[in-house]
């Protein structure tokens, strides 16, 4: 590959519509080494650990893209999250790792297909759907415990979804790499993500095609809440516990992440690379607030503000893309 080749493949990833995720990212770094520079802020140790922080929310930011990306929103994942942990937790004791996984990702597979065959058999928005299966999974995770906490105390689930280390290399950052690479081959490389991709962007064409519109649409939200549960494990492991407030602030976070980092939401776009550097924007933004002393209120003013800077950001890619 010659030097003039490459510049000019460096050139296009820089005009891409969807770059400004790698600029936003760089200038918030920098912005924060500057004013932290008398702290622990670039440190390794800090780095790594908001990659732990934030892998749960990557998770369910790569999940829900495959939602977004046939013109569905899933509001449930939070309630999803907390479920899945507490199903998990108290499960282990007397049937380890496997059983409690399963069941698990089961809970948030089932959960998925509720929502997409309501969304499609009552034809109602899948928002409306999902809200209420937000507030009646609430209900459950409430009710399993009756508000109490559940111990997480099994070393190997504590190891592969919490705080175990492969060759030096946090399990956490492993699962972040995962499914990003999961997330890029489905929906860039296989037919079942052009497929969606088509039905989130030209539901007629492909329509006309023959592609199964309704089947897709509930299997990506069959995906989406899947992660949404496989978050829920990742945090039970990383927090050695569950709890029913578990899940409830990352919904904005989420769509925040996905929406900034080049998605769609309103369908047939997405960028799973740019819904990773999203959530790792996210928790880079809330670790330098708290370095910085900012107290808890002015950390979700600020997220509220980046919240409505990302969506304006796809209403406008939407408009002029």
Excluded at 33 to 41: G, I, P, Q, R, S
Excluded at 175 to 196: D, E, I, P
């Amino acid at each position: 590959m010659t030097t003039q080749t490459q510049a000019t493949m460096l050139k296009q990833l820089l005009l891409r519509r969807d770059a400004y995720i790698y600029y936003i990212f760089l200038i918030v770094l920098s912005f924060f080494a500057v004013l932290l520079h008398d702290t622990a802020f670039l440190s390794l140790d800090n780095l790594l650990n908001i990659v732990r922080q934030t892998t749960p929310v990557t998770v369910m930011a790569v999940a829900l893209c495959f939602a977004l990306a046939v013109g569905h929103i899933d509001l449930s994942i939070g309630a999803v999250v907390a479920v899945s942990a507490l199903v998990a937790a108290l499960l282990l004791p007397q049937y380890g790792v496997l059983v409690a996984t399963a069941a698990a990702l089961g809970l948030g597979a089932a959960v998925g297909f509720i929502n997409g065959l309501l969304t499609e058999k009552l034809q109602v928005s899948s928002l409306l759907i999902t809200l209420g299966t937000m507030s009646v999974l609430a209900g459950v995770a409430r009710q399993l415990t009756g508000m109490e906490s559940v111990p997480v105390l099994h070393d190997g689930f504590i190891f592969w979804f919490g705080g175990g280390e492969l060759l030096g290399i946090p399990t956490l950052l492993l699962w972040t790499v995962a499914m990003a690479l999961l997330g890029y081959l489905l929906l860039n490389k296989l037919r079942f993500g052009r497929h969606l991709l088509a039905v989130g962007g030209q539901p007629q064409a492909a329509r006309a095609m023959g592609i199964a519109l309704q089947r897709l649409r509930v299997q990506a939200l069959m995906i989406s809440a899947t992660g949404a549960a496989l978050a829920g494990l990742l945090y039970a492991g990383r927090l050695q516990g569950a709890r029913y407030t578990l899940g409830e602030a990352d919904l904005l976070t989420v769509i925040a992440a996905v929406a900034i980092g080049g998605t769609s939401l309103f369908g047939g776009r997405v960028c799973i690379l740019g819904a990773v550097l999203g959530s790792w924007l996210m928790g880079m933004i809330n670790n330098g607030l708290i370095l910085s002393g900012f107290s808890t209120n002015e950390q979700m003013v600020a997220r509220g503000v980046i919240l409505i800077v990302a969506v304006a950001i796809g209403v406008r890619e939407v408009k002029h893309g």
